[in-house]
């Protein structure tokens, strides 16, 4: 498997997966756009990557505003003169039961993980379509397929991806664009650490890791491989998947 030559988007990309992606990326190859809210996590990506030898582009985006993402695709068309592979992993969530959520918690989980990959998708496929080439891989949750106790607006839009992903392939096959879904199982990363501070949140870990048939958390690496290869031209012929990352705690 290799990405060589290719250039690829990963949202959110300055920690945990996305830099975890961005990293199997790089070492497959690829030039790879490190876009991130967090712009100082953005460039230590990209010093990680220029420290293996690939080469990297930190920008400072959030995936919620329209003209910060079509300025996102603008400035990676004229610095690497194309795009091949965009990555929609940025997210966020916060774990509490459904009847304690504010409806603006609502707004800013539906903001950054519905509406966000949606506009991020509509602003590359302009150019994937007259080339004919892309990848499109969108990072859901097992939380989408099979819900999460404490995370009823996060699965709903986890849920939303899966099924826009789907559609995304039918409409997309045509211009030999593929768009799948990676579904990470719970993976160490700051965003997991955060919403399981303290006693309770221990007890969510050791819940979880209990289900885990391999009984261990994943690691942003155990996802990057599925990510790679779905990106990948080994992949060709894989469209409207949507593939669990997840030790085997969901199955079918
Ligand atoms: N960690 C898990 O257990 C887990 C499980 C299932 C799915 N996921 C999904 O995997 C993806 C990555 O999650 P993670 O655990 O690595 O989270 P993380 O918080 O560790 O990393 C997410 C990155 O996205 C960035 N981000 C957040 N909002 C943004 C915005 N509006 N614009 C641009 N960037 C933004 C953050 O700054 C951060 O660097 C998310 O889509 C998440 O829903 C994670």
Request: glycine share 12%; with cysteine.
């Amino acid at each position: 498997m290799d990405l060589k030559d290719k250039v690829a988007i990963v949202t959110g990309a300055g920690g945990g997966i996305g830099r975890g992606i961005a990293m199997k990326f790089g070492s497959l190859g690829a030039r790879v756009v490190v876009a991130d809210i967090k712009f100082e996590g953005a460039k230590e990506t990209v010093a990680l990557l220029e420290k293996g030898g690939a080469k990297g582009l930190a920008l400072n985006t959030d995936i919620t505003y329209p003209a910060q993402v079509q300025e996102m695709v603008r400035t990676t068309l004229s610095h690497f003169g194309k795009l091949d592979i965009l990555v929609n992993n940025a997210g966020w969530d916060l774990i509490e039961p459904f009847t304690k959520n504010t409806p603006e918690s609502w707004e800013k989980v539906i903001a950054i993980n519905l509406k966000g990959p949606i506009f991020c998708t509509r602003a590359v496929l302009d150019h994937m379509m007259e080339r004919k080439y892309g990848k499109i891989v969108n990072i859901s949750s097992d939380a989408g397929r099979v819900g999460s106790s404490g995370e009823a607006v996060y699965s709903a839009c986890k849920g939303g991806i899966i099924a826009f992903t789907k559609t995304m392939a039918r409409e997309m096959a045509r211009y030999q664009i593929n768009v799948n879904c990676v579904c990470p199982g719970p993976t160490e990363t700051p965003l997991l650490a955060e919403i399981t501070r303290g006693e309770t949140g221990a007890k969510i870990i050791e819940a979880m890791v209990k289900a885990v048939p391999f009984r261990r958390l994943g690691k942003p690496e155990d996802i990057a491989g599925a990510v790679a290869f779905l990106a990948s031209d080994e992949a060709s012929f894989v469209t409207g998947q949507t593939l669990s990352v997840s030790g085997g705690l969901t199955m079918c």
